[in-house]
């Protein structure tokens, strides 16, 4: 039931990454005609394509992990046996999981300090920019601990996820 409810939400967010691409590439085409087309360009245009390009990068984090797309060197991890491969999975999972909380916390100060000031160009507060970062951390602590549980069964199962 927790894994359904993730794959909603993953499948949420890869709609809303596919949405704001289209709307960051509108906006920057927008920019590039009017500024070299009618040599007036956007006040508003760089800035807001600054925040899309922030929120897309930010969520795309919980999405790469929940796929397993994270760069690893792995040659050595495949010649351990199973248990310490899913035990060294588990240490790998606390560790990032420490990262997001930590993440979290801090990027969730951020946003309580910063909540006053206004971007200049689109007149809109920073802290609508900087809170994808606490909502990122949160969704990746939700996709790392999913991992972390399948991790476990698979030990407990002996290597078989039930």
Do not use: H
């Amino acid at each position: 039931m927790y894994s359904k409810a993730l794959d909603k939400v993953i499948w949420f967010i890869r709609q809303l990454l596919i949405f704001l691409l289209g709307a960051s590439v509108v906006i920057v085409s927008f920019q590039i005609i009017f500024r070299y087309l009618f040599n007036r360009p956007l006040n508003w245009s760089e800035q807001t394509a600054r925040c899309i390009f922030i929120w897309m990068t930010m969520l795309s984090v919980p999405c790469i992990f929940r796929a397993k797309g994270m760069i690893i060197f792995d040659l050595l991890v495949n010649a351990m046996p199973e248990k310490v491969r899913y035990v060294l999975a588990l240490l790998v999972d606390c560790i990032v999981m420490f990262f997001a909380v930590c993440f979290f916390w801090f990027s969730t100060q951020l946003c309580i300090n910063t909540g006053a000031r206004v971007m200049a160009g689109v007149e809109i507060p920073q802290n609508l920019i900087y809170i994808s970062m606490p909502i990122a951390m949160f969704l990746l602590a939700l996709v790392i601990l999913e991992q972390m549980m399948d991790t476990c069964k698979k030990l407990k199962n002996g290597g078989q996820s039930k």
